[in-house]
């Protein structure tokens, strides 16, 4: 039976950052123009606590009835990466692979204390495959730096130019790029890797017409 359950295709959850997405939002257009995308509902948005945001990417994986793949933004990027400290063998095999856009910089001078909580920044390598998406003028991390995060968890990256915090104010709307990079997590003959490769390989993925 549970075999079964992952042959489906995957359920998109969506994990927002601090104080939500709004309406104008990339993953708040994805849950309103795909089928197969649907919001983490985190809680405590304006006032983030580490423990209840893993609980609830927990419970929310653990009740879906398929695969998953996780297209996070900013500080439900770090929540991920928390959570995969603490998940199960069962939960974990639910999961495909995991869109991480624009995490913040932890050790950034100036950091909202509200972020702070999340600190210090989870470095071990994610267990599935995950890309990690930044922005050349990103207030809340250097490029380097998202750089080096996604080293550190094993991530392929991918640098989308200057584009801010990849959020509403980005201006993106439907994200058609990020879209694209979410249809290579589903495909599962991505031949993604957990070491991270040459941005200009998921560079031909985002032209390619």
């Known amino acids: 039976m549970f075999e079964d359950e992952l042959r489906r295709a995957p359920l998109c959850l969506t994990i927002p950052g601090l104080g939500n997405s709004g309406p104008n939002h990339w993953q708040s257009i994805w849950e309103r123009t ?18 209840i945001w893993v609980s609830a990417i ?77 922005s050349e003028d990103d207030p809340y991390a250097r490029l380097e730096r ?7 968890w094993l991530a392929d990256f991918v640098n989308v130019g200057p584009a801010g915090h990849i959020n509403a104010a980005s201006e993106l709307g439907e994200w058609r790029a990020g879209q694209q990079l979410l249809e290579l997590l589903i495909d599962e003959s991505n031949e993604l890797s957990h070491y991270s490769r040459p941005a200009s390989r998921l560079a031909h993925h985002l032209h390619a017409s």
Request: proline share 9%.
């Open 58 to 134: 927990e419970q929310a994986v653990a009740g879906a009835r398929g695969p998953v793949i996780l297209a996070a933004h900013s500080l439900g990027c770090l929540a991920v990466a928390w959570w995969t400290k603490f998940l199960g063998a069962e939960v974990l095999g639910r999961v495909r692979g995991a869109l991480l856009v624009a995490p913040p910089d932890l050790s950034a001078r100036g950091l909202d204390p509200r972020i702070a909580r999340f600190a210090p920044m989870p470095g071990a390598a994610l267990p599935f495959p995950a890309i990690v998406v930044a």
């Open 34 to 51: 795909r089928h197969d995308c649907r919001r983490v509902q985190l809680g405590c948005w304006n006032e983030p606590d580490r423990n």
């Open 146 to 152: 998202s750089r080096e995060m996604a080293g550190a």
